[in-house]
Nanobody, 128 residues
Framework: QVQLVESGGGLVQTGGSLRLSCSAS????????VAWFRQAPGKERAFVAA??????????YYTDSVKGRFTISRDNAKNSVVLQMNSLNFDDTAVYYC???????????????????WGQGTQVTVSS
């Protein structure tokens, strides 16, 4: 079982950048698909980005609204997954959650109910 802890959230102005980290313990993060989800006030939790298992090629996936702005990567030395967020706008304001799963097929990666392990979330607020 893997434990996940998010960090790096905070307040940033429109157009700014923020770097979120998902630190894993108990297991090697490269053996999991790790995803970021976010939940804005009054909205459902939604997929943001994911990086696949190392043995499956560490492929990355993004929701359309963050393509070209966000980058997900794995930091093996720190056993963590990083979400670099650039060109932030008000619509990016949300609680961001890290999630992990093993053995996902590609079509399942954006699906919330396919993830077994979740962090507690970190708040990202983008001022307008």
């Amino acid at each position: 079982q893997v434990q996940l802890v998010e960090s790096g959230g905070g307040l940033v102005q429109t157009g700014g950048s923020l770097r979120l980290s998902c630190s894993a313990s108990g297991r090697t993060v490269g053996t999991y698909t790790v995803a970021w989800f976010r939940q804005a006030p009054g909205k459902e939790r939604a997929f943001v980005a994911a990086i696949g298992e190392r043995m499956r090629g560490s492929r990355t996936y993004y929701t359309d609204s963050v393509k070209g702005r966000f980058t997900i990567s794995r930091d093996n030395a720190k056993n963590s997954v990083v979400l670099q967020m650039n060109s932030l706008n008000f619509d990016d304001t949300a609680v961001y959650y890290c999630a992990a799963a093993r053995g996902l097929i590609t079509s399942s990666i954006p699906g919330i109910n396919h993830y077994d392990y979740w962090g507690q979330g970190t708040q990202v607020t983008v001022s307008s």
